[in-house]
């Protein structure tokens, strides 16, 4: 077989140059201090230990960007229409912040085989360097059907971003009637702060003419927060630790052992701004926040009470166990409800939805968002593993035993449809492992 060079005449030779979208430094520097103190108090009715511990954070970032502007007139351009030069102009933005992290654990011992716990902390997620990274390209947009002109911009990131924080509380309880067995339960609450989605706010730009022009620039910011709240219950046991089993099973059977869990999630979120608009703006305007939080439909009305992305409200998994001598194997089940993917992606948004406001009935120029989700789905997955001695052993490990065919699906006011359809497949690893 013989390639034909005409064939790949539009093949670009992929090489560096100085156009800046393909320029991106960024740098962060972190310093962090931790203490913590341990105590115990035995002499109590029920026994308590714990620890607190206090951590603090010097966090400082500097992103190293540009502003651009392409002028693209014409002899058709209007003449009374600001004209802007060619701009490439860097960025250095800096920010520094410092974050306090409390933390408190406690375990209340009610008896041998029954406890208590409780943990309270604060935990910060920093923004990724794909956030930081400020590179903004400004337009100039002239309709010439209804001769107006709007300017627009975008930033792909934003070095003054706050990292997101959350308030954690869980209060556990915990029993465990015979060794090899547990019974758990867990209540659960988180209080996040800060939740970065993208948001427009607006900067001056000065035109050849020396005119101040208003653009509007969409890029990421802490515009919003979540409540997260939960429970989890959970048990594990073997058979041989079952009483009415003792004395009955033989002895390769005293092994086989299960293990499930369920949890339940209720979480929100919310804008620190909340917008109180029954219908959807034109285009992504400012006031039209809730877009890219709940999204829009294509009727020009806003959806409402979407959860929080990537969270499923319902999960559960059931593992049946095996563990004797050098042998062990788990087969698993995990199941979840559908999950939230966005409220505003790529391919599932526009700016011709038909607008919902009785004042601009008809209008056909709404920022219109969907939101996508992945459906409930199931998956078994088994791996078992053996111990030739102490130092060497294999093990091999099958996903998706059941080949699920994983479902994406859009909301909209005129169903739920189907988008797109994943089909993972199986996999197989196997490995060996040496310990010296």
Known sequence: MTCNPADYKNFQELVYNDDPSKTSTHSEQ??????????????????????????VVLTRDISHGYTIFESKYSATTPPDLPRFDQLTQPIDVQNQFVKVLPSLNLKMNFTDRLQARLAMAQSMNRPGFNQLGEYIKLQQNYDFDKKTVTYTGNNTGNVKLKPITANSFDLALEWYPRDGQSLTATAFHKDVKDVIMNSVYTRAYNSTGGNPQTFAITGPDNVGKAKVSGLEVAGMTYLDKLAFLDGVLPEWAKGIGVSANYTYINAKQSLYKQIDNPYCDAGNAATNGGLHLFGCDTN?????????????????????????????????????????????????????????????????????????????????????????????????????????????????????????????????????????
């Open 300 to 436: 020009g009305l806003p959806f409402k009470d979407l959860p929080l992305p990537y969270m499923a409200k319902n999960a559960y998994n059931f593992v049946l166990m095996y563990d004797r001598g050098p042998f062990s194997a788990r087969l698993a089940y995990n199941w979840h409800s559908r999950i939230l993917q966005s409220a505003d992606a790529n391919g599932t948004r526009g700016t011709d939805a038909t607008s919902a406001d009785p004042t601009r009935a008809g209008a056909q120029d709404v920022g219109w968002g969907l939101p996508t989700w992945q459906e409930a789905f199931g998956q078994w997955d088994a791996g078992m593993n053996y111990r030739f001695s102490d130092g060497f052993g294999v093990s091999l490990n099958v996903t998706n035993l059941n080949n699920v065919i994983v479902r994406q699906t859009q909301q909209q006011h005129i169903g739920t449809m189907g988008r797109a359809w994943f089909y993972p497949g199986r996999s197989y690893s196997m490995s060996a492992r040496y310990e010296f």
């Open 30 to 55: 972190t310093d962090a201090v931790y203490t913590t103190l341990r105590f115990g108090f035995d002499d109590l009715k029920f026994p308590i230990e714990g620890n607190a511990g206090l951590r």
